[in-house]
Nanobody, 122 residues
Framework: QVYLVESGGGLVQPGDALTLSCAAS????????MGWYRQAPGKERQLVAI???????TYADSAKGRFTISRDNANNTLYLQMNSLKPEDTGIYYC????????????????WGQGTQVTVSS
């Protein structure tokens, strides 16, 4: 079992910056890929950025150049640095983690946090 708790959301104005954190606990050594997803008002949950256990990253087009995903494996924490925030960045940001169980290739299990609200408004 993996437990994820997000923090760092808030109310900001366009152009401001926020850094979100996701603290992982439980079977943290089983975690492989982690990511951030956004649920915007009236829209489906979408990928923002992902990062592998080795540090390789992938970003949604809307996040490229403005957001940076990182992870501190020593402290079991995932981060999302968000700069130059826009109103369209508004939504609930969820932390996600894949956990591999079993021998060899194994079986992947998916875990979600409860989310943290980010509101960008003038």
């Amino acid at each position: 079992q993996v437990y994820l708790v997000e923090s760092g959301g808030g109310l900001v104005q366009p152009g401001d910056a926020l850094t979100l954190s996701c603290a992982a606990s439980g079977s943290i050594f089983s975690i492989t890929t982690m990511g951030w997803y956004r649920q915007a008002p009236g829209k489906e949950r979408q990928l923002v950025a992902i990062i592998t256990s080795g540090g390789s990253t992938t970003y949604a087009d809307s996040a490229k150049g403005r957001f940076t995903i990182s992870r501190d494996n020593a402290n079991n924490t995932l981060y999302l640095q968000m700069n130059s925030l826009k109103p369209e960045d508004t939504g609930i940001y969820y932390c996600n983690a894949y956990s591999r169980q079993g021998k060899g290739w194994g079986t992947l299990f998916n875990y979600w946090g409860q989310g943290t609200q980010v509101t960008v408004s003038s």
